[in-house]
Protein backbone atom coordinates (compact mmCIF):
# COMPACT_ATOMS: atom_id res chain seq x y z
CA UNK A 1 0.00 0.00 0.00
CA UNK A 2 3.20 2.45 0.78
CA UNK A 3 4.14 1.72 -2.59
CA UNK A 4 1.32 2.03 -4.39
CA UNK A 5 1.20 5.79 -2.85
CA UNK A 6 4.49 6.44 -3.18
CA UNK A 7 3.98 5.21 -6.78
CA UNK A 8 1.26 8.02 -7.61
CA UNK A 9 2.50 10.56 -5.95
CA UNK A 10 5.39 10.16 -8.15
CA UNK A 11 3.07 10.78 -11.08
CA UNK A 12 1.47 13.54 -8.99
CA UNK A 13 -2.39 11.86 -9.28
CA UNK A 14 -4.40 13.39 -6.40
CA UNK A 15 -5.83 10.99 -3.93
CA UNK A 16 -9.36 11.84 -3.11
CA UNK A 17 -9.38 12.45 0.58
CA UNK A 18 -5.65 11.84 0.88
CA UNK A 19 -2.85 14.83 1.52
CA UNK A 20 -0.16 13.99 -0.46
CA UNK A 21 2.11 17.04 -1.22
CA UNK A 22 2.32 20.14 1.24
CA UNK A 23 0.27 23.16 -0.38
CA UNK A 24 3.02 25.56 -2.10
CA UNK A 25 3.02 29.53 -1.09
CA UNK A 26 4.14 32.51 -2.10
CA UNK A 27 6.98 34.89 -0.12
CA UNK A 28 4.18 36.44 2.15
CA UNK A 29 2.81 33.02 3.00
CA UNK A 30 -0.59 32.77 1.49
CA UNK A 31 -1.45 29.70 -0.59
CA UNK A 32 -1.99 29.53 -4.18
CA UNK A 33 -4.76 27.84 -4.91
CA UNK A 34 -6.46 29.46 -7.82
CA UNK A 35 -9.08 26.16 -7.90
CA UNK A 36 -9.68 26.89 -4.63
CA UNK A 37 -10.45 30.69 -4.76
CA UNK A 38 -12.58 29.98 -8.29
CA UNK A 39 -15.11 27.77 -6.37
CA UNK A 40 -15.44 29.64 -3.72
CA UNK A 41 -16.37 33.09 -6.28
CA UNK A 42 -17.87 32.00 -8.88
CA UNK A 43 -21.07 30.99 -7.35
CA UNK A 44 -21.23 34.65 -6.39
CA UNK A 45 -20.55 35.61 -10.42
CA UNK A 46 -24.89 35.37 -11.76
CA UNK A 47 -25.57 37.55 -8.24
CA UNK A 48 -22.96 40.02 -9.44
CA UNK A 49 -24.04 40.39 -13.30
CA UNK A 50 -27.78 40.75 -11.77
CA UNK A 51 -27.04 43.53 -9.56
CA UNK A 52 -24.98 45.21 -12.31
CA UNK A 53 -27.75 44.79 -15.02
CA UNK A 54 -29.92 46.53 -12.22
CA UNK A 55 -27.84 49.59 -11.67
CA UNK A 56 -27.45 49.93 -15.66
CA UNK A 57 -31.41 50.13 -15.91
CA UNK A 58 -31.95 52.45 -12.95
CA UNK A 59 -29.94 54.46 -14.31
CA UNK A 60 -31.63 54.10 -17.52
CA UNK A 61 -35.29 54.95 -16.04
CA UNK A 62 -33.71 57.78 -14.25
CA UNK A 63 -33.03 59.29 -17.44
CA UNK A 64 -36.19 58.78 -19.51
CA UNK A 65 -38.26 60.27 -16.79
CA UNK A 66 -39.17 57.46 -14.71
CA UNK A 67 -38.97 57.82 -10.86
CA UNK A 68 -38.48 55.24 -7.50
CA UNK A 69 -39.82 55.54 -5.07
CA UNK A 70 -37.95 58.22 -2.49
CA UNK A 71 -36.97 59.92 -5.97
CA UNK A 72 -40.24 62.27 -6.03
CA UNK A 73 -38.58 65.15 -6.93
CA UNK A 74 -37.73 66.65 -10.57
CA UNK A 75 -34.76 69.68 -10.33
CA UNK A 76 -34.47 72.68 -11.18
CA UNK A 77 -37.38 73.99 -13.70
CA UNK A 78 -36.69 76.11 -16.62
CA UNK A 79 -39.04 78.68 -15.09
CA UNK A 80 -39.36 80.79 -11.78
CA UNK A 81 -42.81 82.37 -11.41
CA UNK A 82 -45.87 80.96 -12.52
CA UNK A 83 -49.65 80.84 -11.77
CA UNK A 84 -51.87 78.05 -11.21
CA UNK A 85 -55.02 77.45 -12.48
CA UNK A 86 -57.20 74.68 -11.50
CA UNK A 87 -60.66 74.46 -12.62
CA UNK A 88 -63.55 72.73 -10.15
CA UNK A 89 -63.10 69.13 -10.23
CA UNK A 90 -59.16 68.70 -9.63
CA UNK A 91 -58.65 66.66 -6.81
CA UNK A 92 -57.21 68.15 -3.33
CA UNK A 93 -54.23 65.50 -3.44
CA UNK A 94 -53.11 67.03 -6.78
CA UNK A 95 -53.70 70.55 -5.95
CA UNK A 96 -51.43 70.36 -2.56
CA UNK A 97 -48.75 67.82 -4.78
CA UNK A 98 -48.30 70.36 -7.26
CA UNK A 99 -47.81 73.37 -5.08
CA UNK A 100 -45.50 71.25 -2.32
CA UNK A 101 -43.42 70.17 -6.26
CA UNK A 102 -43.65 73.54 -7.50
CA UNK A 103 -42.15 74.79 -3.75
CA UNK A 104 -39.20 72.22 -3.98
CA UNK A 105 -37.95 73.04 -7.39
CA UNK A 106 -37.68 76.50 -6.33
CA UNK A 107 -40.85 78.15 -8.68
CA UNK A 108 -42.73 80.96 -7.01
CA UNK A 109 -46.36 80.68 -7.17
CA UNK A 110 -48.33 84.15 -7.79
CA UNK A 111 -51.53 85.28 -7.91
CA UNK A 112 -51.31 87.81 -10.57
CA UNK A 113 -51.19 86.18 -14.54
CA UNK A 114 -49.00 89.70 -15.09
CA UNK A 115 -46.48 88.53 -12.46
CA UNK A 116 -46.06 84.68 -14.14
CA UNK A 117 -43.67 83.63 -16.48
CA UNK A 118 -46.01 80.40 -17.11
CA UNK A 119 -49.52 79.48 -16.75
CA UNK A 120 -50.62 75.93 -15.69
CA UNK A 121 -54.02 74.81 -16.13
CA UNK A 122 -55.25 71.82 -14.60
CA UNK A 123 -58.32 70.09 -15.86
CA UNK A 124 -60.75 67.90 -13.57
CA UNK A 125 -58.79 65.28 -12.32
CA UNK A 126 -60.18 61.54 -13.47
CA UNK A 127 -60.17 58.92 -10.98
CA UNK A 128 -61.33 55.20 -11.26
CA UNK A 129 -61.64 52.19 -8.84
CA UNK A 130 -62.68 48.74 -10.47
CA UNK A 131 -63.24 46.00 -8.17
CA UNK A 132 -60.94 42.89 -8.70
CA UNK A 133 -61.73 40.34 -6.50
CA UNK A 134 -64.27 40.04 -3.55
CA UNK A 135 -64.82 37.79 -0.60
CA UNK A 136 -67.28 35.12 -0.01
CA UNK A 137 -69.67 37.73 1.47
CA UNK A 138 -69.62 39.23 -1.49
CA UNK A 139 -67.21 42.36 0.29
CA UNK A 140 -64.68 43.98 -2.18
CA UNK A 141 -60.90 42.27 -1.44
CA UNK A 142 -58.95 44.09 -3.92
CA UNK A 143 -59.64 46.99 -6.39
CA UNK A 144 -57.63 48.58 -9.30
CA UNK A 145 -56.91 52.38 -9.12
CA UNK A 146 -56.68 54.49 -11.83
CA UNK A 147 -55.90 58.09 -11.61
CA UNK A 148 -55.17 60.89 -14.78
CA UNK A 149 -55.12 63.83 -14.71
CA UNK A 150 -54.95 66.32 -17.78
CA UNK A 151 -53.25 69.87 -18.24
CA UNK A 152 -51.85 72.58 -20.62
CA UNK A 153 -49.13 75.23 -19.81
CA UNK A 154 -49.15 78.68 -21.43
CA UNK A 155 -46.05 81.19 -21.78
CA UNK A 156 -48.20 83.96 -20.36
CA UNK A 157 -45.69 86.94 -22.74
CA UNK A 158 -46.58 85.24 -25.81
CA UNK A 159 -50.30 83.49 -24.77
CA UNK A 160 -48.36 80.45 -26.61
CA UNK A 161 -49.28 77.08 -25.80
CA UNK A 162 -46.65 75.14 -24.62
CA UNK A 163 -47.93 71.48 -24.01
CA UNK A 164 -51.34 70.16 -23.60
CA UNK A 165 -51.33 66.06 -22.63
CA UNK A 166 -52.88 64.10 -19.61
CA UNK A 167 -50.95 61.74 -17.92
CA UNK A 168 -52.23 59.26 -15.73
CA UNK A 169 -50.82 56.56 -12.65
CA UNK A 170 -52.43 53.26 -11.44
CA UNK A 171 -52.02 51.11 -8.42
CA UNK A 172 -53.49 47.71 -6.98
CA UNK A 173 -54.98 47.56 -3.87
CA UNK A 174 -55.71 44.73 -1.08
CA UNK A 175 -58.11 45.47 1.28
CA UNK A 176 -58.38 44.03 4.26
CA UNK A 177 -62.54 43.44 5.35
CA UNK A 178 -62.09 42.80 9.39
CA UNK A 179 -59.58 46.26 9.16
CA UNK A 180 -61.44 48.74 7.20
CA UNK A 181 -60.52 51.56 9.15
CA UNK A 182 -56.93 51.19 8.55
CA UNK A 183 -57.78 50.35 4.96
CA UNK A 184 -59.44 53.81 4.75
CA UNK A 185 -55.86 55.47 5.75
CA UNK A 186 -54.29 53.65 3.65
CA UNK A 187 -56.10 54.83 0.82
CA UNK A 188 -55.50 58.13 1.70
CA UNK A 189 -51.96 57.64 1.42
CA UNK A 190 -52.20 55.72 -1.88
CA UNK A 191 -53.79 58.13 -2.96
CA UNK A 192 -51.60 60.87 -2.01
CA UNK A 193 -48.22 58.82 -4.01
CA UNK A 194 -50.27 58.55 -6.71
CA UNK A 195 -51.13 62.42 -6.96
CA UNK A 196 -47.37 63.05 -6.28
CA UNK A 197 -46.70 60.93 -9.14
CA UNK A 198 -48.62 62.56 -11.88
CA UNK A 199 -47.62 66.12 -11.12
CA UNK A 200 -44.08 64.97 -11.37
CA UNK A 201 -44.56 63.88 -14.81
CA UNK A 202 -46.64 67.43 -15.31
CA UNK A 203 -43.87 68.99 -14.42
CA UNK A 204 -41.42 66.95 -16.63
CA UNK A 205 -43.18 67.60 -19.46
CA UNK A 206 -43.32 70.99 -18.97
CA UNK A 207 -39.71 71.06 -18.33
CA UNK A 208 -39.08 69.02 -21.83
CA UNK A 209 -41.35 71.31 -23.97
CA UNK A 210 -39.43 74.85 -22.79
CA UNK A 211 -36.10 73.32 -23.20
CA UNK A 212 -38.02 72.18 -27.05
CA UNK A 213 -39.16 75.21 -27.88
CA UNK A 214 -35.67 77.60 -26.31
CA UNK A 215 -34.39 74.90 -28.85
CA UNK A 216 -35.77 75.88 -31.86
CA UNK A 217 -34.27 78.34 -34.81
CA UNK A 218 -34.85 80.04 -37.39
CA UNK A 219 -33.07 80.03 -40.20
CA UNK A 220 -32.43 83.22 -41.97
CA UNK A 221 -32.11 83.23 -45.74
CA UNK A 222 -28.93 84.10 -46.85
CA UNK A 223 -28.51 87.15 -48.91
CA UNK A 224 -26.56 86.50 -52.35
CA UNK A 225 -23.34 88.09 -52.34
CA UNK A 226 -21.75 86.59 -55.33
CA UNK A 227 -20.57 89.56 -58.31
CA UNK A 228 -23.07 89.82 -60.97
CA UNK A 229 -21.25 88.99 -64.08
CA UNK A 230 -22.69 90.73 -66.94
CA UNK A 231 -23.35 88.71 -70.42
CA UNK A 232 -20.72 88.82 -73.20
CA UNK A 233 -21.90 89.29 -76.69
Not at 72 to 97: C, D, I, S, Y
Not at 141 to 167: C, G, I, N, P, W
Request: hydrophobic fraction near 45%; proline fraction near 5%.
Amino acid sequence: MLQMLKTLNKFNMPLKGLKTTPPQRDQAGLVENDQAWSNRVWPFMPMVLIMSLLIVMMAGLSGCGFHLRGLNTVGEMQFKTVKLQTLPGVRPEVQQAMRSQLAQSGVQLVDSLAAAELQIILQPTVYKANRTAYSGLGDTTAEFLRMEQSFSAVVVATEETLVTSSVQTYRDRQIDTAALLAANRELGSIHREMAEDLVINIMERINRAILKASHRTTVAPVENTLPTIAPTH
